[in-house]
């Protein structure tokens, strides 16, 4: 027969035999009752409500005991026998034998003993504990922690209350342990000591040496690290990158982490070829303000013989609420030269790496009648990094830019939209001297005013548009920089300039349904067929400036538009029909899209005298083709792990295909993904890109998911892609690498290529160490393979904590 005795924590005495107890409630217990029950109003209005500590409120619970025998002594002694189960709040002890001294509050458990707290398991030969302190030690213990597969077992742990604990010659690891052979596991950080405060989310572990594979590889005197998510600040794993430019590069990053919502990095690098580096980050996260700042800094390059920085700053903010107050940001990157791209591949840090922008913007939106508006100034200017091989023709610089948009309702159904806005457009600074481009001011108004209708499975939208742009001061830059802007009127094109366009257009369309079988399965079938008609009456426009106006891709969303170009400057003299339609399968039962199949077609009505050259830029010869070129495109998921998807722009004109997309992806598994893409522009371009993440070869099935991890008992994973210019003749980029899963740790060596002209390129090695559940150790590879390979995964999900500080720490901005 099981029997249970409950007490309270507090209790000093205990009824005597096997039958069920319950105490009275003591005095200081029955305070803390009254009190909580008083009116709040009592209290004085400085003071706030604040938790009890974590020990103090594990004094206030309850202690539950349960075994096969309870034989008690009042005042005295209680002893339990038979599986044994003792609680209280979050703590739970097992045991075969369990006596608890009631003066000494002191329990004494033997046998196969059990301990549960905080998501901590011990298991040991002998406990002895102070129940309400909860002080004692635990002989020979050996402990996991579930949530990061881990754990490992010390000569002793002491409990120094609640929250406290101290662990002598600890191991941990997250490898399987065999005691009874004495075998190393694969990995093992052994310890002389570890502190550990759950109350500062802190432990502090002395004669501290993780050794892999029997070799030690890191040894600190002093390691202090985090308890769960918490930030703490401290030393980040050791960083190794080697690349064909820079040579082997160390940095060994220290995190500071200085409030709750501000935190930064410092890492020291030595670069074999270059020499000594920092670089820095700061974030930031205010009530009404957060951001980034980063500051690369390497004060002496043996390379190139100077010193060389690159910054990056990101902010955002607000006045007022977020909804409808002043907003302001500011985004800069700048770099010290123009090679820092090709040096530094891996600090692009999300920039385009030539071309780095200035921005500042602020905006004020505001509540109109039937609609909203926002009013805003920004400016935009751009370092354009160049070099020998190839120039790239930056965008224009607005400073400034202020224009104001709204958009609303108006009687009988009317949607109004309007933007008008101001910019004076100039060059960077190594632009104007080599282009002949123009430079100048431009107003412009764009205005719609539609009048949509529904019903049930249609829709037509009449709407009439404006476009004018009115063009001042415009200059041509010479060709040398000697020589001063030209104005444009003695090059047939005159410095003031306007004109306004207007454009009708009616956008209709149905939206078909019916339920379906087919591929043995239950489907949902649309039949989607839409009609555009665009009439826009010419205005020649040869002769104004052109800042920003460049022919759209040919895609359906670009095909179902009323002009050809984006931007302001070019309006096409479009009168035409565009016509098309989509369908699709979809799923019953999962939601998912089994297949889908679109076509669309431009028919013009008139020759359209507005058109782009074949680079995409305006002012091209007039076209007279009555049909356009023709876009197919299609994708399904219909056979079990495969992927197919193509768009197919086909020519009438010469009767074949003028650019093409065709992917096929086959991904049977998880871990296992095999892709390649064909890529065609006729006459520009043509390209092969695969990428895969493939097992190559296990020594069992499921080896590498549970292996012990040592020897070569795990599982080979080859990831790689490739991307081949077949008009070329040469691989343009690539990324080969291989990923060894031994359970326990992985492994992990890639090298990419980057190409960074027609004959040069970056070369980089990426060689990581996973310890799972502990720190990966050297350059991470993971986010180019994420990147580049589609349907990568990683070996190891992420975890939501660690013991110690590692690499991946958040990194976005941090959160209060």
Same mark, same amino acid.
């Given at each position: =027969?099981r029997i249970?005795w409950?007490?309270l924590?507090a209790? #000093?005495?205990?009824?005597s035999?096997a039958?069920n107890?319950?105490m009275?409630?003591p005095p200081?217990a029955a305070?803390?009752a009254?009190?909580?029950?008083?009116?709040?109003?009592?209290?004085q209005?400085?003071?706030r409500?604040q938790p009890?500590?974590r020990?103090e409120?594990? !004094?206030?619970l309850p202690?539950?005991l349960?075994a096969?025998?309870?034989?008690?002594?009042?005042?005295?002694?209680?002893?339990a026998?038979?599986?044994?189960?003792?609680?209280?709040g979050?703590?739970?002890?097992?045991? @075969?034998?369990?006596?608890?001294?009631?003066?000494? @509050?002191?329990? #004494?458990?033997?046998?196969q003993v059990h301990?549960?707290?905080?998501?901590?398991e011990?298991r040991?030969?002998q406990l002895?504990?102070?129940?309400?302190r909860f002080?004692g030690f635990?002989?020979?213990?050996?402990?996991e922690f579930p949530?990061?597969?881990?754990?490992?077992?010390?000569?002793?742990?002491?409990?120094?209350?609640?929250?406290?604990?101290? /662990?002598t010659?600890a191991s941990?690891?997250s490898?399987?342990?065999?005691? &009874?052979?004495?075998a190393?596991?694969?990995w093992?950080?052994?310890?002389?000591?570890?502190?550990?405060?759950l109350?500062?989310?802190?432990?502090?572990a002395?004669?501290?040496?993780l050794r892999?594979l029997? =070799?030690?590889?890191v040894?600190? *005197? #002093?390691?202090s690290?985090?308890?769960?998510?918490t !930030?703490k600040s401290?030393?980040l *794993?050791?960083s190794?990158?080697?690349?064909?430019?820079?040579g082997l590069?160390?940095?060994?990053?220290?995190?500071?982490n200085?409030?709750?919502?501000? @935190?930064?990095?410092?890492?020291?690098?030595l670069?074999?070829?270059?020499?000594?580096?920092?670089?820095?980050?700061l974030?930031?996260?205010?009530a009404r303000?957060e951001?980034s $700042?980063r500051?690369d800094?390497?004060?002496?390059?043996?390379?190139?013989?100077?010193?060389?920085q690159?910054?990056?700053?990101?902010h955002?903010g607000h006045?007022g609420t977020?909804?409808s107050?002043l907003?302001?940001?500011?985004?800069?990157a700048?770099?010290s030269?123009?090679?820092?791209w090709?040096?530094f *591949?891996d600090?692009s840090r999300g920039?385009t790496?030539?071309?780095?922008?200035l921005?500042?913007?602020?905006?004020?939106?505001?509540?109109?009648?039937?609609?909203?508006g926002?009013?805003?100034?920004r400016?935009l200017?751009?370092q354009?990094?160049?070099n020998?091989?190839?120039?790239?023709? /930056?965008?224009y610089e607005?400073?400034?830019?202020?224009g104001?948009?709204?958009g609303?309702r108006?009687p009988?159904?009317l949607e109004?939209?309007?933007?008008?806005?101001?910019n004076r457009?100039?060059?960077?600074?190594?632009?104007a001297?080599?282009t002949q481009?123009?430079?100048?001011?431009?107003?412009?108004?764009l205005?719609s005013?539609? !009048?949509?209708? !529904?019903g049930?499975?249609?829709?037509?939208?009449?709407r009439?548009?404006?476009?004018t742009?009115s063009y001042?001061?415009t200059t041509?830059?010479?060709?040398a920089s000697?020589?001063?802007?030209?104005p444009?009127a003695?090059?047939?094109?005159v410095?003031?300039a306007?004109r306004?366009?207007p454009t009708?257009?009616?956008?209709?369309?149905?939206?078909l349904e019916?339920?379906?079988?087919?591929?043995s399965?239950?489907?949902?079938?649309?039949?989607e067929?839409r009609?555009?008609?665009?009439?826009?009456?010419?205005r020649a426009q040869?002769?104004?400036?052109?800042?920003?106006?460049?022919?759209?891709?040919?895609?359906f969303?670009s095909?179902?538009s009323?002009?050809?170009?984006?931007?302001i400057?070019?309006? &096409?003299?479009?009168?035409?029909?565009? /016509?098309?339609?989509?369908?699709r399968?979809?799923?019953v039962?999962?939601?998912?899209e089994? $297949?889908?199949?679109?076509?669309?077609?431009?028919y013009?009505?008139r020759?359209q005298?507005?058109?782009?050259?074949?680079d995409?830029?305006?002012?091209?010869?007039?076209?007279?083709?009555r049909f356009s070129?023709?876009?197919?495109?299609?994708?399904?998921?219909v056979?079990?792990?495969?992927?197919f @998807?193509g768009?197919v722009?086909?020519?009438?004109?010469?009767?074949?295909?003028?650019?093409?997309?065709?992917?096929?992806?086959? &991904?049977?598994g998880p871990?296992r993904t095999?892709?390649?893409?064909?890529?065609?522009?006729?006459?520009?371009?043509?390209q092969?890109?695969?990428?895969?993440q493939w097992?190559?070869?296990? #020594?069992?099935?499921g080896?590498?998911?549970?292996?012990?991890?040592?020897g070569?008992s795990?599982?080979?994973y080859?990831?790689g892609?490739f991307?081949y210019?077949l008009?070329?003749?040469?691989?343009?980029?690539?990324?080969?690498g291989?990923e060894?899963?031994?359970?326990?740790?992985i492994?992990?060596?890639?090298?990419?290529?980057?190409s960074t002209?027609?004959?040069?390129?970056?070369?980089?090695l990426?060689?990581q160490?996973?310890?799972v559940?502990?720190?990966r150790i050297?350059?991470?590879?993971l986010?180019?393979?994420k990147?580049?390979i589609?349907g990568?995964?990683?070996l190891?999900?992420?975890?939501g904590s660690?013991? =110690?500080?590692?690499?991946?720490?958040?990194?976005?901005t941090p959160?209060p």
């Amino acid at each position: =027969m099981r029997i249970t005795w409950l007490a309270l924590a507090a209790a #000093t005495g205990c009824g005597s035999g096997a039958a069920n107890s319950q105490m009275a409630v003591p005095p200081l217990a029955a305070s803390a009752a009254a009190a909580a029950s008083a009116p709040l109003t009592t209290l004085q209005p400085s003071l706030r409500l604040q938790p009890l500590p974590r020990a103090e409120a594990a !004094r206030q619970l309850p202690i539950v005991l349960q075994a096969q025998s309870i034989r008690s002594q009042p005042d005295l002694q209680t002893v339990a026998e038979g599986n044994v189960e003792f609680r209280r709040g979050g703590v739970v002890i097992r045991a @075969d034998r369990l006596a608890y001294d009631t003066p000494r @509050d002191r329990a #004494t458990a033997s046998g196969q003993v059990h301990v549960s707290q905080g998501g901590a398991e011990y298991r040991g030969s002998q406990l002895e504990i102070a129940v309400q302190r909860f002080e004692g030690f635990f002989l020979e213990p050996q402990f996991e922690f579930p949530a990061l597969g881990a754990g490992g077992r010390a000569e002793r742990i002491d409990f120094l209350g609640n929250a406290r604990s101290r /662990a002598t010659n600890a191991s941990y690891t997250s490898c399987p342990r065999d005691d &009874s052979s004495g075998a190393e596991p694969a990995w093992v950080l052994r310890t002389d000591s570890v502190r550990i405060d759950l109350d500062a989310n802190e432990g502090v572990a002395e004669g501290a040496v993780l050794r892999f594979l029997g =070799m030690p590889i890191v040894a600190l *005197p #002093t390691l202090s690290f985090p308890l769960g998510d918490t !930030r703490k600040s401290g030393w980040l *794993p050791l960083s190794v990158n080697i690349d064909n430019r820079s040579g082997l590069t160390l940095s060994v990053p220290w995190y500071w982490n200085i409030a709750p919502n501000r @935190d930064a990095t410092l890492a020291p690098r030595l670069i074999t070829r270059r020499g000594v580096a920092l670089d820095s980050e700061l974030r930031y996260l205010e009530a009404r303000d957060e951001g980034s $700042l980063r500051l690369d800094w390497l004060p002496y390059d043996q390379a190139v013989g100077r010193s060389r920085q690159s910054l990056q700053w990101q902010h955002g903010g607000h006045l007022g609420t977020p909804e409808s107050g002043l907003r302001y940001s500011a985004s800069i990157a700048r770099v010290s030269d123009d090679d820092w791209w090709k040096d530094f *591949p891996d600090a692009s840090r999300g920039f385009t790496p030539r071309l780095l922008p200035l921005r500042l913007a602020l905006e004020q939106p505001f509540a109109l009648p039937q609609g909203e508006g926002l009013a805003y100034a920004r400016a935009l200017k751009w370092q354009v990094q160049q070099n020998s091989e190839s120039f790239v023709n /930056a965008p224009y610089e607005r400073s400034p830019q202020v224009g104001v948009r709204l958009g609303g309702r108006a009687p009988g159904g009317l949607e109004l939209t309007a933007e008008t806005e101001f910019n004076r457009l100039t060059l960077p600074h190594n632009q104007a001297a080599s282009t002949q481009r123009s430079t100048g001011e431009r107003w412009h108004l764009l205005g719609s005013v539609s !009048r949509p209708l !529904r019903g049930l499975g249609w829709w037509v939208v009449p709407r009439l548009s404006v476009n004018t742009a009115s063009y001042s001061g415009t200059t041509l830059a010479s060709s040398a920089s000697t020589t001063p802007a030209v104005p444009l009127a003695s090059r047939g094109a005159v410095p003031r300039a306007s004109r306004t366009i207007p454009t009708l257009s009616v956008d209709a369309g149905f939206e078909l349904e019916r339920s379906t079988q087919a591929f043995s399965r239950e489907l949902h079938q649309t039949l989607e067929p839409r009609l555009l008609y665009v009439n826009t009456p010419y205005r020649a426009q040869s002769q104004l400036p052109n800042y920003d106006a460049a022919a759209k891709d040919f895609n359906f969303v670009s095909l179902y538009s009323d002009n050809t170009f984006s931007g302001i400057d070019r309006v &096409s003299d479009s009168h035409q029909i565009t /016509a098309g339609f989509t369908t699709r399968l979809v799923d019953v039962q999962t939601g998912a899209e089994a $297949l889908r199949l679109g076509l669309v077609q431009r028919y013009l009505l008139r020759t359209q005298r507005i058109t782009a050259q074949a680079d995409g830029t305006p002012d091209g010869v007039p076209l007279e083709r009555r049909f356009s070129d023709a876009l197919l495109i299609g994708s399904t998921s219909v056979l079990p792990g495969w992927t197919f @998807d193509g768009a197919v722009q086909y020519s009438p004109e010469i009767d074949r295909s003028v650019r093409s997309i065709i992917g096929v992806r086959y &991904s049977p598994g998880p871990y296992r993904t095999l892709g390649t893409t064909y890529r065609l522009a006729r006459g520009l371009s043509e390209q092969l890109e695969v990428g895969w993440q493939w097992p190559v070869w296990a #020594t069992a099935p499921g080896a590498g998911r549970s292996s012990a991890g040592s020897g070569c008992s795990g599982a080979w994973y080859s990831v790689g892609r490739f991307n081949y210019s077949l008009k070329d003749r040469r691989l343009t980029d690539s990324i080969l690498g291989l990923e060894y899963d031994a359970g326990c740790w992985i492994g992990r060596v890639v090298a990419e290529q980057l190409s960074t002209g027609r004959s040069q390129a970056t070369t980089r090695l990426l060689v990581q160490l996973e310890l799972v559940g502990l720190s990966r150790i050297g350059s991470n590879p993971l986010k180019v393979l994420k990147d580049n390979i589609p349907g990568y995964r990683l070996l190891r999900d992420e975890r939501g904590s660690s013991p =110690m500080p590692t690499d991946d720490r958040p990194t976005g901005t941090p959160a209060p």
